[in-house]
């Protein structure tokens, strides 16, 4: 069974500042794990991925994550957050080899970004 | 290349009546995946199909269904509506499946049941 818990519902932010996002995740077996952004009224649209390569991760947009096993945390951060990023942010996870063809989601947490 | 396209963008029905959504994948793309999001559930996983058949299927009554055609577009049904499918159901496509390969999302097709 995979599960991921994203701490903070809400994370807010002035522009400028570190962006941290926090996922950690559960798996039985080692994971693929992934961030997607969802922008108002819009589908979701990846950022980044881990599948067991290089443990720091960068994404688009500046974005990157780094997989750490004995944390089981998958977090991510941005140096610089831009009036753009604000919008909703999905951790998920799903088995490595991709034999259980499913994206396990976290429940999201909305980025805010004040001027 | 274009996107990932959902019909309709915006349901309105009752209960007890069924629905058809339906979901055309990126050219080339045989993976098909359904989630419904609600603000309370957040995203569940529905059903993956590939070149027509089902390789997962989440925990949904079987009120909902689904099926993928020979030329990748999947639609999904839900029959007997109840209040509590209202959400936003996203179709996603990829390559070979979601686990490995990008997932490219549609904009989703707004479900309201009254």
């Known amino acids: 069974a995979q599960s991921v818990t994203q701490l903070g519902s809400h994370v807010s932010v002035s522009e400028g500042a570190l962006v941290l996002l926090r996922c950690n995740y559960s798996?039985?077996?080692?994971?693929?794990l992934f961030w997607y952004v969802q922008y108002p009224n819009q589908g979701l649209q990846l950022l980044l991925k881990y599948t067991s390569a290089a443990t720091l991760v960068k994404g688009i947009n500046g974005f990157e994550a780094e997989f750490k096993k004995s944390e089981t945390s998958f977090h991510l951060t941005k140096p610089s957050a831009h009036m753009s990023d604000a919008a909703e942010y999905f951790c998920a996870v799903s088995m490595s080899g991709g034999s259980n063809y499913k994206l396990t989601f976290g429940k999201g947490t909305l980025l805010t970004v004040n001027p | 290349k274009a996107g990932v396209t959902q019909t309709p963008r915006y349901l309105i029905k009752t209960r007890g009546q069924q629905v058809t959504l339906s979901c055309s994948p990126i050219?080339?793309?045989?993976?098909v995946s359904w989630y419904q999001q609600t603000p309370g559930q957040g995203l569940q996983f529905l059903f993956e199909?590939?070149?027509?058949?089902?390789?997962n299927k989440g925990n949904f009554p079987g009120r909902f269904s689904g099926r993928q055609f020979s030329n990748s577009r999947s639609e999904m049904n839900v029959s007997t509506l109840e209040l509590g499918d209202s959400a936003l159901y996203l179709c996603?496509?990829?390559?070979?499946?979601?686990?490995?390969?990008?997932?490219?999302f549609g904009p989703g097709t707004r479900l309201t049941v009254l």
């Open positions: 199909y590939f070149s027509e058949t089902q390789r």
């Open positions: 050219s080339g793309h045989r993976s």
């Open positions: 798996s039985s077996v080692p994971p693929y």
């Open positions: 996603a496509s990829s390559l070979g499946g979601p686990s490995t390969d990008t997932q490219y």
